[in-house]
């Protein structure tokens, strides 16, 4: 039944375990874990993450309590909720391309025929109309 987990590779038996060999263990741990740890102590809201806003209770004396306002917080959370022109000078992206300059290329100017075409009424159109008026009525007095 060797190599079931009974016994160390090579066939030796390993020592127990005393709380000295325990200790040791541990504390090699706590050092190799203390190497790569940073300690944070501000911390700040993911502005990117959307927050979910629960109200709070009516009756509730401590949600009625004025709290000092944390400004760089609400710029944060501000500058988040902009849309991307505003955000940023150029597109970020190559989807943002499309649309990012919304601004018309030439002035409009609504008495210029040649390029507005509004809808004018013809005979034809007016006679359609009055068609489709009178089949609407009969259709509704049913």
């Keep these: 039944m060797a190599g079931h987990g009974a ?59 004025e709290e000092v306002v944390d400004e760089s917080f609400l710029t944060a959370i501000h500058q988040a909720a902009l849309e991307p022109t505003k955000k940023y000078t150029e597109p970020q992206t190559t989807s943002q391309e499309i649309g990012w300059y919304s601004a018309p290329l030439i002035n409009r100017d609504v008495n210029d025929r040649r390029l507005n075409f509004h809808r004018f009424k013809t005979e034809i159109t007016k006679y359609m109309e009055a068609a489709w008026c009178q089949k609407e009525q009969t259709v509704n007095l049913q």
Excluded at 16 to 28: G, M, T
Excluded at 29 to 45: D, G
């Design 7 to 65: 016994g160390a590779p090579g066939g030796r038996e390993k020592a127990p375990l005393n709380q000295v060999v325990l200790n040791a263990i541990q504390s090699e741990t706590v050092k190799k874990e203390k190497r790569s740890q940073k300690l944070y102590t501000e911390f700040n809201i993911n502005p990117f993450h959307k927050v979910e806003v629960v109200a709070g209770k009516p009756m509730s004396w401590h949600d009625n309590l």
